[in-house]
């Protein structure tokens, strides 16, 4: 959960979409991103014209950084978020019930195996 989830009180209900959903919180912690970590995290957005507003906003507050397990764990969460644009995103999602932002659009999710193994090693040193 990114900083606009934290700061507005969207930690409880964002989660409880996930546990009802049935997934497996097996880590959770509330951390602040430095810049260092938070340009880590964002690499494959390294040279974006979004990049720098990114990592501000990222390092702007605190995080809920979280692992979750479940079948088919990287889809059906990315189907869960909503589309990136959160105008754009669809009623029901995450982001489409929370957010009209771009940049706060209230949760990151890995899009693939390899982004979580990658991205899980640079926020798990925050656990
Ligand atoms: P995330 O990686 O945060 O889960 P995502 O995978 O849906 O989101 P990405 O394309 O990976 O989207 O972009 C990473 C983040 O960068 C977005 O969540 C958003 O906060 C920001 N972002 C992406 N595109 C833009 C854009 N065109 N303008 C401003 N910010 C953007
Ligand atoms: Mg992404």
Sequence with gaps: MKPDAVSRGLIGAVISRFE???FKIVAMKMVKMSK???EGFYSPHKGKPFFAELVSFMT???IVAAVLEGNSAVEVVRRMIGATKSPEAAAGTIRGDYSLAITANIIHASDSEE????EYGVISKLF
């Design 60 to 62: 702007s507050g605190p």
């Design 20 to 22: 009802q959903k049935g």
């Design 36 to 38: 260092n970590v938070a």
């Design 115 to 118: 982004s979580f193994e990658r």
